[in-house]
Nanobody, 125 residues
């Protein structure tokens, strides 16, 4: 059974940086496209960044140039480095894994099969 466990996150002042990471248990990490989504109460889950098995990446417009995503196949982890954080980045961040996802669908939640439990990020003014 595939299990995704997130760690990192926390609280930071506007303009600061944080890193969240996710480790996969129970399957072969290299076979999966990995992504980060975020959600705030009352809103739909939003795709933030994704990286496929060829290390092709995709970012939401709102985080382009501020966030980077990377994967470590040997460790089975995917990381999201968030710079220049803004209050609107405050959310619960979820790690997701899926297979056979096209570039056009990299930030679509419905295309991902496995999800972590979420880790919270708060950006205060």
């Amino acid at each position: 059974e595939v299990k995704l466990v997130e760690f990192g996150g926390g609280s930071v002042q506007t303009g600061g940086s944080l890193r969240v990471a996710c480790v996969m248990h129970g399957s072969t990490f290299s076979r999966y496209t990995m992504a980060w989504f975020r959600q705030t109460p009352g809103k739909e889950r939003e795709g933030v960044a994704a990286i496929d098995t060829a290390d092709i990446t995709k970012f939401a417009e709102s985080v382009l140039g501020r966030f980077t995503i990377s994967r470590d196949v040997a460790m089975g982890t995917v990381s999201l480095r968030m710079n220049d954080l803004r209050p609107e980045d405050t959310a619960t961040y979820y790690c997701a894994a899926g297979q056979g996802i096209t570039w056009w669908s990299l930030l679509r939640a419905n295309d991902y099969e496995y999800w972590g439990q979420g880790t919270h990020v708060t950006v205060y003014s």
